[in-house]
């Protein structure tokens, strides 16, 4: 008798047990997608709340204001600096990053061209910046001598717009068939000019000697310097955008959106605008950028 009560006993525990399973299974959310079907996307969406943000010294400026607003979202982040732009946007292709800060459109564009890379800027867009001619031995471009050293970039996005601001400003001619000019595409160069080419961190500090560079409005604030002291300056950089950088596959993701929205909130502008003042104009419609 004791042998068939414990028997029962058994089996009506091991019921429970499966009705319990089977009940707990029919609550789990993730149970509707079974694992094996859910896209890398799918569970990257889901966990992504961590967010991992490169960028260069320059840029962690729009980290810090729009990190307490991204945030008060649910978002948790985390700012790796870098040494220069393209070591940021490396980081951001390889994974290393998920979002990249600080550089504009068309330079992503060129990167991608030329590793191979899968970055995309979503809208909407934040703002842009300038770039100019400045020295600090001369007033004008007319007043720059024979034989000048002229620092340009060497990245061929802004190299191309630091060569047009020499041809804007009477210095140099550019031959009319490309694009996207470099230096061997100077067709006149009255003043033999020497244009030399460097990272484009490096053009602020060879104002000190050389006698001329061009330089973004950036980095001469970041180095304490006036960035509206320019001889001249560019016509075309509001059409290079700046703003979120992700890969192409997170650009219709929540989190990159959300924390591209954050540009558009007032206390941001204000904060970017403080720390540099004269260097960003923030877009109040991404059309402005076409």
């Given at each position: 008798?004791?042998?068939?009560?414990?028997?029962?006993?058994?089996?009506v525990?091991?019921?429970?047990l499966?009705?319990?399973?089977?009940?707990?299974?029919?609550?789990?959310?993730?149970?509707?997608?079974?694992?094996?079907?859910?896209?890398?996307?799918?569970?990257?969406?889901?966990?992504?709340?961590?967010?991992?943000?490169?960028?260069?010294?320059?840029?962690?400026?729009?980290?810090?204001?729009?990190?307490?607003?991204?945030?008060?979202?649910?978002?948790?982040?985390?700012?790796?600096?870098?040494?220069?732009?393209?070591?940021?946007?490396?980081?951001?292709?390889?994974?290393?990053?998920?979002?990249?800060?600080?550089?504009h459109?068309?330079?992503?564009?060129?990167?991608?061209?030329?590793?191979?890379g899968?970055?995309?800027?979503?809208?909407?867009?934040?703002?842009?910046?300038?770039?100019?001619?400045?020295?600090?031995?001369?007033?004008?471009?007319?007043?720059?001598?024979?034989?000048?050293?002229?620092?340009v970039?060497?990245?061929?996005?802004?190299?191309?717009?630091a060569?047009?601001?020499?041809?804007?400003?009477g210095?140099?001619e550019?031959?009319?068939?490309?694009d996207?000019a470099t230096i061997?595409?100077?067709?006149?160069n009255?003043?033999?000019?020497?244009?030399?080419?460097?990272?484009?961190?490096?053009?602020?500090?060879?104002?000190?000697?050389?006698?001329?560079?061009c330089?973004?409005?950036?980095?001469?604030?970041?180095?304490?310097?006036?960035?509206?002291t320019?001889?001249?300056?560019?016509?075309?950089?509001?059409?290079?955008?700046?703003?979120?950088?992700?890969?192409?596959?997170?650009?219709?993701?929540?989190w990159?959106?959300?924390?591209?929205?954050c540009f558009?909130?007032?206390?941001?502008?204000?904060?970017?605008?403080n720390?540099?003042?004269?260097?960003?104009?923030?877009?109040?419609?991404?059309?402005?950028?076409?």
């Open positions: 008798m004791k042998k068939m009560f414990f028997k029962s006993l058994l089996a525990a091991a019921t429970a499966i009705f319990s399973a089977v009940a707990c299974g029919s609550n789990d959310e993730s149970s509707d997608i079974p694992a094996e079907s859910q896209t890398e996307d799918t569970r990257k969406e889901k966990e992504q709340k961590h967010v991992v943000i490169g960028g260069t010294s320059i840029s962690e400026v729009t980290y810090e204001a729009i990190k307490p607003h991204f945030e008060e979202l649910g978002y948790t982040t985390e700012f790796v600096m870098f040494d220069s732009n393209p070591v940021v946007l490396e980081a951001c292709n390889s994974g290393e990053a998920d979002m990249a800060l600080g550089q459109k068309k330079f992503i564009e060129s990167f991608n061209e030329s590793n191979d899968n970055l995309a800027m979503i809208k909407p867009y934040g703002y842009y910046t300038g770039i100019g001619l400045y020295s600090n031995k001369y007033q004008s471009a007319d007043d720059f001598p024979d034989g000048a050293q002229i620092a970039m060497n990245d061929s996005m802004n190299m191309d717009i060569l047009r601001i020499l041809e804007e400003g210095l140099i550019i031959d009319e068939s490309v996207v061997a595409d100077i067709t006149a009255p003043k033999n000019l020497k244009i030399i080419d460097m990272d484009q961190a490096q053009t602020v500090t060879a104002l000190e000697d050389m006698d001329g560079a330089v973004f409005f950036t980095h001469m604030s970041n180095a304490d310097l006036d960035p509206s320019y001889i001249a300056r560019d016509s075309q950089m509001i059409k290079y955008p700046m703003g979120v950088i992700v890969k192409d596959t997170d650009a219709e993701s929540d990159a959106a959300a924390f591209a929205e558009k909130i007032q206390e941001v502008r204000d904060e970017i605008s720390t540099f003042p004269g260097v960003f104009e923030f877009y109040d419609d991404d059309a402005q950028a076409e």
